[in-house]
């Protein structure tokens, strides 16, 4: 078996995505009717493309939008938009005018599991186990056998009864999501994330995968992996990428814990994973409480944004946090609300308050675009201490570029060991003392080397 590194498309090795979560985004309705009358909402997003350029993102990473019961992951049609968005022409008009402004996107798939009024759920509950989709489901029929009104039991998604579980090993399911994600691609999106891909078997990905790129070879295909092998999962499913979760979760929990170690360790696995593949890294998303309110000190804000956009990966900005938007996620029914917002009719609408965290974020990714070869570099750890870090990372292609990260979350000025460190790039306050970086209390640098 081969072990080279999956490298994915060219086109996004210099990929920043703005990832919005499209019902929360236009104020839909949190209960949506599949055939209900059509409402014109995505021409909303159109009008915030030009904000996502303004950050320096050049990619769109687009939540659920095709037809579905309540919050888009239940769906029940994955070839018609979801009428409290719009209609086909709606979403045609979006991926054109993304392409117009050079603005790549990637829609979202859920082929885990439907919604039970999925219709081909629906052809199973209306006629039994003759129904041309019964293989399409890992059920399970009464030893009375089947009569109208007579439901089967059947495989869900996590405990969720309404979200139907796909067998996986029916050459049907393979044709139908190949199908739909061929369908999409041939209308102007860009590639997939494939929504609970750590639920699916790799095969499966495998099959879609290939099918997918012999009619598409430049599409992106993002899988949604919280634990597990990533390289693996990457590898065995032909998938571009994989999400990072791991260095996720030690960016927000060093940070607040005041223990960088953590942090280390997170990037030591980066670099291993990074040897195979460059995973997609954010530091929120629709899933997870936001990174403002995540941290105890909001200086520490712009520590969780240069690892993000100063490290290997392909980056995403969870539409909000570029604001410093605060939500909590809560496990409870609608407890996903508080970090799926609305947002305003235009951007200038924005308030004030949240244009320094703006300008951080696109002081940083202008960084990042000056240093394009970051997408595939390994981070390594120079130096770390419980509330110190500093992290080197090399341009992969022996270019002779280098770049060091350093963190202090020391309540006074700290003076930090910064070999090779030539001149500061970016981060208040901070200074070259010789071979030593001076940063201020809670300070960071960015520094050529």
Not at 176 to 197: K, N, T
Not at 300 to 305: E, M, P, Q, T
């Amino acid at each position: 078996m081969s072990t080279a590194r999956v490298e994915g498309p060219a086109w996004v090795r210099d990929a920043v995505f703005w990832h919005v979560y499209p019902l929360g985004f236009v104020g839909a309705e949190k209960e949506g009717d599949p055939q209900g009358p059509v409402v014109h909402r995505l021409p909303h997003l159109v009008g915030w493309l030009d904000h996502l350029l303004a950050l320096g993102a050049n990619g769109l990473l687009l939540g659920p939008v095709f037809a579905s019961q309540t919050h888009g992951y239940d769906t029940v049609d994955h070839r018609r938009v979801d009428p409290r968005l719009g209609d086909d022409a709606d979403l045609d008009a979006l991926l054109s005018a993304a392409r117009e402004k050079g603005v790549r996107v990637l829609l979202d798939g859920v082929f885990n599991h439907v919604g039970r009024d999925h219709w081909a759920f629906r052809q199973v509950l209306e006629q039994g186990p003759s129904a041309s989709t019964a293989s399409w489901f890992r059920l399970r029929w009464p030893e009375g056998g089947w009569r109208p009104g007579v439901e089967p039991d059947y495989d869900d998604f996590e405990g969720h009864h309404h979200l139907v579980a796909l067998d996986h090993s029916s050459p049907a399911v393979v044709d139908h999501v190949a199908e739909v994600m061929s369908h999409w691609l041939d209308r102007g999106a860009d590639g997939w994330r494939l929504d609970a891909a750590y639920a699916v078997p790799t095969a499966f990905w495998a099959q879609v995968a290939d099918r997918v790129r012999e009619r598409h070879p430049d599409a992106y295909l993002l899988g949604e992996v919280i634990h597990g092998d990533y390289a693996g999962v990457v590898r065995e499913g032909h998938l571009d990428a994989v999400t990072q979760y791991e260095l996720w979760k030690a960016v927000w929990s060093s940070l607040v814990e005041g223990n960088l170690w953590e942090l280390s360790h997170a990037l030591g696995r980066h670099a291993e994973f990074l040897e195979a593949f460059t995973p997609q890294t954010f530091v929120g998303n629709h899933d997870v409480t936001r990174i403002a309110s995540r941290l105890d000190d909001d200086r520490h804000l712009a520590h969780a944004l240069v690892v993000l956009l100063g490290v290997g990966g392909t980056p995403s900005v969870y539409y909000g946090d570029e604001h410093a938007y605060r939500g909590v996620k809560e496990d409870r029914e609608g407890g996903d609300d508080d970090v799926r917002p609305s947002f305003p009719a235009a951007p200038e609408e924005l308030s004030p308050v949240g244009l320094p965290v703006f300008h951080r974020h696109q002081e940083l990714v202008a960084l990042r675009r000056r240093h394009r070869w970051l997408h595939a570099a390994r981070p390594s750890v120079v130096s770390v201490e419980n509330r110190r870090l500093v992290v080197a990372s090399e341009d992969p292609s022996g270019g002779g570029e280098r770049l060091l990260l350093a963190l202090s979350l020391e309540d006074e000025e700290v003076a930090l060991e910064a070999p090779g460190a030539r001149e500061v790039l970016a981060g208040d306050g901070a200074r070259l003392d010789g071979d030593r970086v001076v940063l201020p209390p809670h300070g960071w640098a960015v520094l050529a080397g």
